[in-house]
């Protein structure tokens, strides 16, 4: 990884809508240069995609998260491949991580209602033959997320002139 | 009230630049400001972390008048693997109130009545009025911008007389973000040591220069350290200006005189600002280099974007201001960030604000995100645009 690559992506990580003749003039180098950097990014699966942080809970619009620990029974040959593809493969299925100590895969899963979280988990999750145990946990509140505060936004309390 | 109520030294200073220019300013709701000298970043959490920590623990008393003794072995591993200096922490060494306090208690250490002091503007605001206050006579040198604002020896050699006693070397620069390389120092220092002058090198925004180029302290020259009062701080470099902590180091007879003074009026560096230093030197190295990243990335944009107005403008390689030239418009400064401020309403501070040889010339700082940089220096564009078009 060279280190304009780096610099790139630490910038569109914060901001993925800024302009890239303006990332050229911030990195001292040529838009072409940026856009080849972006291209490569996308196609080495660094970059895979350009989401919007939203703070659904001021939008009235109703929506529940949920954090599932699942333990499951790895196949032999396979380990936790098979299983963790069964269940990224679902839409409602946010996130799929492989964990160490008390359980295995870690699922975030976001749905309109607690029922459908509930329905998910018993009618989905659970009757796969490999889950032998979920334990769910559900979101209040996002506090900071993807190194975002959502709550409230900095204000600039410097005194307006100083030496 | 009486005449002579008022110390007449005091009632004598001029009042500061920054401050008239403040005056008018706050009286304005929604202006908006690149006229901040103090970093936009938050102080890391870490170094945070730390003083809140130092206050659950209690150490809430006076360290010694010279600074807490891990605080200043980690100046000295910070002198020595920066600049390789070497500086002993229990004779050469003074933590103080910021930067400013150390410049202050330098003049007064070393300032004898009618002593010179050269003073290179434009710089910082406080080195003309701590002169006066310990009765020395400030002399200044009008940094050029041919030079990209760099002390030359011929103008060094052209201010020095018989008085002299003091050089003040205010690099990395604010307000206009020249710095001195290696090879600009070492021409100095002949004439220098020729004329036994001291030099008081303020140092602050050492941390901040750009494009690969490390800063060079002066001490760190042959024969320099023995007559160079070096003096930091944690503000810019750590984002901690509000905690006000800097230090001076510089010979022991100095230093030792420096410590007297402030003994007497100070005591010492706030206890919590102490700690949290301690952790800023210890581990952020990172924090240091993300800023600069950023403040990099800003320098760039707003040049670019000057470039563009058509503002000339040198390129800075330091600290975080740029010091573009508006004198085809034939305005003063002080007219020019006037008018701006109230018909764009926003704030560039005028460039006089740091010596008379500012004249022509705005301090835009760059310590804001590029949204609030793009937005103020599109007004500043539609204000210049109209001003051609008259």
Known sequence: MNTLKERILTIIEKNSRIDTAELAVMLGTEESEILDALQELENDGIICGYHTMINWDKTGIEKVTALIEVRVTPKRGQGFEDIAERIYKYPEVNTVYLMSGGYDLMVILEGKTLKDVAGFVTNKLSTLDTVIGTTTHFILKKYKDHGTIMAKKREDIREIVTP | ?390
């Open chain 2, 1 to 390: 009230m009486r005449d002579d109520l008022l110390a007449k030294k005091t009632v004598g200073l001029k009042p500061s630049g920054i401050r008239k220019f403040f005056d008018i300013v706050a009286d304005m709701k929604d202006a908006i400001s690149l006229g901040v000298g103090e970093p936009d970043f938050d102080t890391p959490w870490h170094i945070r972390d730390e003083g809140i920590y130092s206050l659950e623990k209690g150490r809430t008393f006076y360290t010694s008048n010279a600074g807490l003794k891990e605080l200043r072995m980690e100046i000295a591993s910070y002198l020595k693997r920066t600049q390789n200096l070497d500086y002993r922490y229990m004779h050469e060494m003074l933590v103080t109130v910021g930067g400013s306090e150390a410049i202050d208690l330098a003049m007064r250490a070393l300032i004898n009545p009618g002593d010179e002091v050269l003073i290179p503007q434009p710089s910082y605001v406080s080195y003309e009025p701590t002169v006066v206050l310990a009765d020395g006579v400030p002399v200044f040198i009008n940094l050029k911008e041919e030079n990209r604002f760099r002390l030359t020896p011929e103008e060094l050699e052209a201010a020095i007389t018989p008085k002299t006693k003091i050089l003040v070397m205010p690099y990395p620069n604010n307000p206009t973000g020249a710095i001195m390389e290696k090879e600009d120092l070492e021409k100095l220092v002949p004439i220098i040591v020729r004329h036994d002058l001291i030099v008081v090198s303020d140092e602050i925004y050492c941390e901040l220069t750009y494009g690969g180029k490390k800063h060079v302290s002066i001490a760190s020259l042959p024969g320099m350290q023995e007559r160079t009062i070096l003096i930091n701080g944690f503000s810019k470099a750590y984002a901690m200006t509000g905690w006000r902590l800097g230090y001076a180091c510089g010979p022991e007879p100095i230093i030792r005189q420096m410590t007297k003074i402030h003994q007497y009026c100070i005591m010492c560096a706030p206890t919590t600002s102490q700690y949290a230093a301690v952790e800023a030197l210890r581990n952020g190295d990172p924090d240091i280099a993300m800023m600069r990243e950023a403040y990099d990335e800003r320098r760039r944009f707003v040049l670019h974007i000057l470039a563009k107005m058509g503002l000339p403008c040198f390129e800075p390689e330091g600290a975080f201001y740029v010091f573009p030239c508006i004198k085809e418009f034939g305005m003063t400064s002080d007219e020019f960030a006037t008018t701006l401020l109230k018909e764009e309403k926003v704030a560039i501070v005028p460039g006089t604000a740091f010596g008379d040889c500012g004249e022509g010339y705005l301090r835009i700082s760059y310590a804001y995100s590029i949204d609030d940089l793009k937005k103020a220096l599109g007004r500043l564009a539609d204000f210049v645009e109209r001003l051609r078009s008259k």
